[in-house]
Structure formats: C-alpha cells, structure tokens
C-alpha cells in the first residue's frame, strides 16, 4: 500500500514577525496538514528568538501527526532584508537584528535544510505558486499591514535587486508635502495606508476633538487591529470611514505607479489591512485604478485580493523550501 | 587585404520623434558613423511620414558613404507602446498614431529587416550596451525631456511588460494633489519635471508678475528649449532656478522611489532637460537620492547621466537590429 502523500516527506514554512512566529506544515502538493504559533520575543537576542522559531516548527509537525525527521526542508521569511545566497538576514528593524546568519545556526540546530527569504517576497511566490498556479509571468504584490511591503515577479521568477531590497514598496513616495514617516522622509506610501498610519492619523483627529466608536472598543487606540477598523467602518463610524477611504485611494494610486513602471499580467494585494477590509476597501481601489491606469497597461492587467490571508507567507515558505530542496 | 569594417555590414537606428527624425548609420562594433535629421510631419499622416523615415534613412547611407545594401538592419525607436513581437506601433500619441504596422511597412518599402521598440527602451539598451559595456544586470533609465519616459531591464534583458507599457515613468503619481497632467491625473513625474512643465510653471509665474530673462531671450516662452533654461539658469534668473531646481528634486525622489521598487545596479539619467542641465541638477538630484534610498539598496546603486545625449537612442536602436538580425 502506498504511504499517504504527507509520510513521502514534508515541507515547513515559518513566517517570522516582529510580534509572533506562525509555522505550518505542508504535504509535497503544498495542502497545509498543520500550523501553530508562538510570540517572538524579539526583545531577547536573536539566540532567543532561533530556539523560539525551532519550538515553533516542532509544535507544528507534532501537531500534524509528525516527526522532524519527515522535514525535508524549512523555508522562513523574516521582515526585512536578506541576503537568499546564504540565508543571513542582514538587517531586519521590528527584530533589531544585524547580519543575523539565521540559515546557519537554524541548519546546525535542527540539521535540516533551510531557506530564507524576505517575507513579502515569500508571500508573494505563495500566492503566484498556489493562487495563480504558477501562470502570470510579472506579478507584483502589495502588503499592506502594519507596515507596507512587497516584492515583484518577473518572467516567474522573484526580482529581489542587486541588494536584495526590491520591493519595498512603503517607502515609495506618493505625496511630496505628505505626512512623516518613520524613514525620515514625507509622503511614503506606508505613512498614508499602513495601519499604523491609519491609527496615527485617528488618534490625531480624537485629539482635536473628533470621536470614533473605537475609543468605546477599545481602552487604548493604539492596540486597534485590522478587525476592530472594520467593526467601526460597518457601524458607521465616519473618522474610520474617512481614514479607511483616503487609505483605499493611495492603494489605488500605488497600483496604478507599479502598473505604470512595470506593466504586471496581475496585481496582487494583501496583508492584515486588506485581509480584513477588502470588501470595503476594494472598490474604491478598483475605481481609481481603472480611471488612471493607462491605454494598454489597462487592458493587460489583472487586480486581485489573495485569499491566502495570513497562511500566504507560510504557503510561499514551504514553497521556496520544497523548490531549492528538489 | 580586409576590408574596412563598415564593408561587412552596417546598422541603421532611427529615432522617431514627434518633430524630427533622426537616423545613424553604425559599424559593427556600434561606432557610428554618420548622422541625418529631417522633421517628421506627423500631422500628413503615417504613410508619408514612412517615406520620410526611408530618406532620413538614406540621407544617413549616404552620408557615410555606403548603399542600403550594406545596411543589415534597421532598428526604430517609436514614442509610444510598441508590440516588439510584430513591430507594429500600438499608440503614439505625440504622432497620433494607432496601430500603425511600422515593419511591415518599411520592410516592404526597404526590403530589409526592421526592428521596432520603445524610445525610451531603445534608448537604455544603447546606454546599457555601449557605456555599461553590457554589465549591470539591473539598470533602470529616467529620460526627462518634452515629456518624461523610461525603461527597465533586469538581467540584461528590456522588460516591457504585459501591454508593452512598462517604464511609463512620467505617469507615477509623486504628489497627490500635484499639478494637473495631461493624462487627466494630478501630480504625475511628467506634470512636475518635464520640459514642458517647467514651462507652463515659468508662464504662469509671468503672468501673476514675476520676471524671467527668458522673456527678454525668446519672443515667444513656449519655444524654450532646454537650452534656453541652462543660459537662463546660469546666468541667475531667479524663477528659473526655482523651477528647476524643485524639477531636480523631483527626479531625485523619482530616483528613490525606482529603487525601493527594483534596487537596481544603476540608475542611468538623460533626455534633453537633462543633458542640458546636468552640472545645475545633478548635485540636488544626488543629495535627495544618498538622504532618500534606504539600508541595503544605497549601498549597491551607482547613479550616472549617460553621456551618450541624443545619440543615445539612435545607438540602442543600431544595438537592437544588430541582437535581432544575428
């Protein structure tokens, strides 16, 4: 009798953020078999945080009914910069980690094959390798959570740049005289649409005398998650409205830039923000795309909302694993 | 004995533009050796203006004292999108042409093989191939002239996108609520940067009461050329400094944003504005491109103004038919 497809070996992917590491474990077709999660701990060295990521997979395999040594390969996308040739992570804020080797030490501990990649990018090849089953040559895709991130695709193959930070796409400027971002400069794309932004933008707003349900939600504004915006949107809330809408226009212009320096067969967008507002972000965005995406680049291109959600950064991990193991 | 290296074949690249055409004949090794220009007449439509390509063409042979039948290719620059798999010109909307089927046209008029591209990319591949030596495998160009256009390419290869419209660099959104472009948006790179821009800018400033030398220099301000502005700069009219030095710091936001996009290699500068005002804006344009470019993409670009000036496209297109036709 044939083993189940699982036991022929297995594919982990970890998605390492500043807050929380989530893994999971995936069969040799990319079906997720099993995940779990555990906070990072970032605050505690990037010893601390390497033990953390390894209970994090063990939990996951145990989860699924399996052993380490099913493991074929681990794939990690960490938020920030990597340099994919050996694995290290060369500089990563929300970790305050520098030339971190994290494929090193992650291999000499668990002795097990492992790929590292930026975790917007790794997204990315989740979402064209499971969602567009691996067609649309030029993708390109915009994260759009706590902050803002992405990563491109050409002919099928990511595009990471000649040092390996292609793709960021929230420090890409919108608006010259715009509002400050944490880079030092004005006008950044994740100064207008991150949820931090939004957030800044409402407290601010509060402050001068303007009120929103989400100071009955919740006793500190700043811990506002994607899901409490939306409750407020739906409600009726006219600050989130406004702040939610300004943001959807910018997504929309940000499209538009990309499609007007890159021409993409699709547009690809994600993240806790648009995770949890797509319905009342997308038309909005689908509108200003469609009025200022120009002649041929318009009829070529296709927009969409993955709907991997938080499980893409993972996906592509497992992927990106399965791909260089093989 | 051998014969002169021109004897064993000659290129030919055209640079269409809205009002002239500008064609050179090339050796081998990409030298050139003779030019012709002649003024395109768009507005007596595309057949005659076919004819005119074919006796600037012609004019150039001749020049350099050889026959059509030593030219082993011919390649075009169009302003516009261009379907590079048939040669025909999609959009241009400088000639008002549509669909226009520029190689099949002039294949059969010339009975040799033609190659159609983008200005803009042409333009890159000749910087690339001739002053980049071919090295560089991510060079993206900006070229700020009349209008504002550009090109990508990514391991050595043009990217042209799904639609043939990737590198439309004058249509990225810098500024939201920006002046008002042509293509009905507010605040594209062309509306803040381009030559015809910093016209409208300097006429209308003349109309609420500042003065300019130009107006003493031109009879008429819309005739400006690039020229004009460096005579004008240089010798201290105040307006035309303030118009171009905010037109540099655009371009070096622009710069910027292009490297969080792609962090390319090199980011090669040129067009008339740009050729003509390289020693005045590149000091503006280098110091917000080293404040603005993030960590890892800064240290691995290389910002250079190709010294190539008009020849530039005219030499990719020469390049162009000389990859095509071996």
């Keep these: 009798m044939a083993e189940p497809n699982h036991r022929k070996g297995c594919f982990v992917g970890v998605d390492l953020g500043g807050t929380k590491i989530l893994s999971g474990v995936f069969d040799h077709s990319l079906r997720p078999l099993a995940t779990a999660k555990l906070s990072t701990k970032a605050e505690r060295g ?11 997979i063990q939990d996951a395999v145990d989860e699924a009914d399996l052993a380490l040594k099913d493991v074929r390969a681990i794939g990690i996308g960490a938020p ?9 992570v060369i500089l990563a804020p929300n970790l305050d980690w520098h030339e971190v080797p994290l494929r090193r030490d992650l291999e000499e501990l668990l002795e097990i094959p492992v790929q590292v990649e ?6 990315l090849a989740g979402i064209h390798a499971v969602e567009l089953k691996g067609k ?14 992405g990563g491109v695709m050409m002919d099928g193959q990511l595009q990471r740049g000649g040092g390996y930070a292609a793709g960021e796409f929230g ?15 004005r006008g950044c794309f994740e100064a ?21 349900l989400l100071s009955e939600m919740l006793e500190d504004l700043d811990s506002a998650r994607s899901g409490d915006l939306r409750k407020a949107y739906r409600r009726g809330d006219k600050l989130v409205r406004k702040v939610v809408d300004d943001a959807a226009h910018c997504v929309g212009v940000m499209v538009a830039n990309l499609t007007h320096v890159l021409n993409p067969d699709v547009v690809v967008l994600g993240g806790g923000v ?3 507002l797509e319905s009342e972000m997308m038309p909005s965005i689908e509108e200003v795309t469609a009025q200022r995406v120009m002649g041929n680049a318009r009829k070529s291109f296709r927009l969409m909302c993955s709907e991997l959600g938080d499980l893409a950064g993972i996906t592509g991990c497992a992927y990106l694993a399965k791909e260089f193991s093989v």
């Design 274 to 276: 648009l995770d949890a």
């Design 46 to 56: 990037p010893a601390i945080v390497l033990q953390r990521i390894a209970r994090c």
């Design 80 to 88: 920030g910069t990597v340099d994919v040739s050996d694995g290290t």
């Design 136 to 149: 649309s040559p030029c993708t390109v895709g915009i994260f759009v959570g706590t902050g803002i991130g």
């Design 171 to 185: 420090h890409v400027v919108l608006d010259l005289d715009g509002p400050k971002c944490s880079c030092g400069n």
């Design 118 to 123: 930026n975790d917007c990018n790794a997204a």
């Design 192 to 212: 207008l649409a991150s949820r931090r932004s939004l957030i800044q933008r409402i407290k601010t707003a509060v402050k001068s005398g303007e009120s929103t």
